[in-house]
């Protein structure tokens, strides 16, 4: 779907669209519901009565005022409402609003009364924009509907914040829903040079021989069975004065896990094009810091690569030698994504980052603690873990404090190496084990996020169709480039 969200001053005086949207809530007429009432004389309280509609989230009606549509959108009840309801109405009016046939439409900025009309239109533009994600690049004859929205008496500068941030999310998505075949770590390494050429930012990407001369073995041992050669992408955005701190990002960027000799069942490959949606979460965020200009450094670091079964791959037993100079014995070939991250985070934490945030698809053991819903977060810093949980508080992300526990550090010491990148033949903790084994590679403070969960979903959602969702891009712009809108 192709939409643009505009702000205008006044409502239906102003826009003479064929649709005008106002809200139903808490069996009452909004306020906008009830000057339009009024226009109608009294119709829209008639019908209503008549056909004793309750309003709820979600349920529409629409009926005919002048020569002019009213469609009237259930908000729910008032009791427990968020800026989060304003957002998931966002996205579930503009599939009711193309579903009526309407190209064009002026909607009242819902519950600006209660949030401020700043946060109010921030939260309805943005969960337009991204309830309006399609992903049909490869279809051979898409259908492309087109709409435009009016938010009535809305902030211009809250509904342009929501598009630069919608834009990044939705882009993101394109890259976790891309095929494998397509998006290999190559290609992920060109969409970052183009993006870098686009948003003016600086791009390196690196390829496997710079990769191995960097002494980045861990990441190279995970690589090497792979016909598709990895990269390790660096992307830079520098604020134009001094910046008030270097802050780094780093993202898993498995294109494709097999699981390598530690096979997966084909059920638990199905989903694995989306083991880079830590990588793709980066770079949506870099997109819009990019157009944010915040007055913090941020450096993205991805190590990209494929995951891959051949005479060449890397085995159980195998010791690998990371950038930090620590020895690794792989007891298991899936738990890759972790070696991968080793050494980009001993690369963030060397070229002189003060804080580094990073975010992976890393362990089904989070996704059995938390759901599908929820990232889980380790921090090694409370204040940065603060910070993190924070800004997902405001971006309307689900994130939930998990701990470090340090007795649980023995279980990744090898007898072998160093250590170990699992804890062997035990089934418990395997979230704070990764996490723990990632802790290892820095002295900076670092926010792990586990986005196994949240990431991607087999099944439509609030806030997006199946597929990528793009968790992390709004928690990480909200914690580099704090939203200024505030409140009226």
């Known amino acids: 779907m192709e939409i643009t969200v505009k702000s205008a001053r006044r409502y239906v005086d102003e826009i003479p669209a064929p649709l005008a949207i106002a809200g139903y809530w808490g069996g009452e007429l909004t ?16 019908v209503l009565d008549e056909l004793k509609y309750k309003g709820d989230f979600g349920e529409t009606l629409l009926l005919p005022v002048g020569e002019q549509f009213v469609l009237l959108f259930g908000l729910g009840r008032k009791r427990g409402v968020s800026l989060e309801t304003v957002r998931k109405a966002g996205a579930r009016l503009v599939h009711e609003v193309t579903r009526l046939g309407f190209k064009e439409a002026v909607a009242e900025t819902f519950l600006a009364e209660k949030f401020g009309k700043k946060q109010a239109s921030y939260a309805l533009a943005e969960g ?6 399609e992903f049909k690049k490869y ?25 630069v941030v919608a834009e990044a999310v939705n882009y993101a998505r394109d890259l976790i829903n891309e095929p494998p075949n397509v998006l290999t770590p190559a290609e992920l390494g060109e969409r970052a040079k183009e993006l870098g ?68 069942p084909n059920e638990s490959m199905l989903t694995m094009k989306c083991d880079m949606a830590g990588a793709a979460a980066v770079l949506g965020t870099m997109r819009a810091v990019a157009r944010l200009k915040p007055d913090v450094e941020v450096r993205a670091y991805i190590a990209a690569a ?5 005479g060449g791959a890397f085995r159980v037993s195998d010791v690998l030698k990371s950038l930090s100079g620590k020895t690794v014995e792989v007891l298991n070939t899936d738990a890759e994504g972790r070696l991968t991250l080793a050494d980009a985070i001993t690369h963030a934490d060397r070229e002189g980052a003060e804080a580094i945030v990073e975010l992976s698809t890393l362990t089904g053991a989070c996704v059995i603690a938390l759901g599908d819903k929820v990232a889980g977060m380790f921090s090694t810093d409370a204040r940065l873990g603060r910070e993190v949980q924070e800004a997902a508080e405001r971006a309307g992300e689900k994130v939930w404090p998990m701990p470090l526990e340090e007795e649980y550090r023995e279980m990744i010491v090898s007898t072998t190496a160093d250590l170990k990148n699992v804890h062997g033949r035990s089934r418990y903790g395997g979230a704070i084990v990764a996490g723990l084994f990632l802790a290892e590679f820095t002295e900076k403070p670092l926010v792990h996020l586990d986005i196994a969960g949240p990431a991607y979903t087999e099944r439509p959602h609030a806030l997006g169709p199946a597929g990528g969702v793009g968790f992390g891009v709004r928690t990480l712009v909200e914690l580099l480039s704090p939203n200024p809108l505030g409140e009226e």
């Open 31 to 46: 306020e906008e519901a009830r000057k339009l009432d009024q226009k109608s004389g009294g119709q829209l309280s008639r």
């Open 128 to 133: 337009a924009l991204l309830g309006a994600y």
């Open 139 to 163: 279809k051979s004859d898409p259908e492309v509907k087109k709409l435009r929205l009016w938010l009535a008496r809305s902030s211009g500068p809250a509904v342009d914040r929501a598009e």
């Open 197 to 264: 050429r686009e948003a003016g930012l600086e791009v390196e990407v690196w390829d496997e021989r710079q990769i191995q001369q960097a002494g980045m073995g861990a990441f190279y041992g995970v690589a090497q069975g792979s016909l598709n050669p990895p990269r390790f992408i660096q992307v830079v955005y520098r604020p134009q004065g001094k910046p008030s701190r270097v802050v780094a990002l780093v993202g898993k960027g498995m294109t494709f896990d097999t699981g390598g000799y530690s096979l997966k």
């Open 306 to 310: 494929e995951n891959m079964i051949s």
